[in-house]
């Protein structure tokens, strides 16, 4: 079973602070890479997508890919109390074209 | 912008009841993706669908049935409903890979569905 972990929190980072969240995977062969945030009630909605290694920026959110090690990361800067959320890591399924395995979610709290 | 919707936001049923779930999106992506969301266990999939007319099983198709007859609509089936189907159901959307490689595009998702059952 092709698994996807995260921690689940709760992260409780401070207004302003750095808040930064991982995910690993267990798919080796994995390509595509995704971070949702669910807020209470509600759907998943995108954040970012990442398919290479390193680093890719929008806006204050930052998504961090390493295939070596089956790592991806999220940094949120200028964390805001409307972050508070629950983040969901997704890895693409190999061998099953456009399947998605979802990890459980990190709960992020921004406190003032 | 890409829109899914799905057709009731709660939904309370009885026992053995046959319940349906629609789902449709406007942007005329080839696959289709029906999940549950339960608290501890994240999204499971349950069923899938490449095109019209195709579906796949997803990790838990136990209990379920699909149908896509048209493009844009694709219909999550409870043929007697449990108590142990009580959840939010998600809908979502993506266009077919676009790459030549195994890369996957992104997921869009409807609001959800919170099927209750008595």
Known sequence: ?112 | DVKVTQSSRYLVKRTGEKVFLECVQDMDHENMFWYRQDPGLGLRLIYFSYDVKMKEKGDIPEGYSVSREKKERFSLILESASTNQTSMYLCASSPPSFRATTYTDTQYFGPGTRLTVL
């Open chain 1, 1 to 112: 079973q092709k698994e996807v972990e995260q921690n689940s929190g709760p992260l409780s980072v401070p207004e302003g602070a750095i808040a930064s969240l991982n995910c690993t995977y267990s798919d080796r062969g994995s390509q595509s890479f995704f971070w949702y945030r669910q807020y209470s009630g509600k759907s998943p909605e995108l954040i970012m997508s990442i398919y290479s290694n390193g680093d890719k920026e929008d806006g204050r959110f930052t998504a961090q890919l390493n295939k070596a090690s089956q790592y991806v990361s999220l940094l949120i800067r200028d964390s805001q109390p409307s972050d508070s959320a629950t983040y969901l890591c997704a890895a693409e399924s190999t061998g099953t074209a456009s399947k998605l395995t979802f990890g459980t979610g990190t709960r992020l709290q921004v406190t003032l």
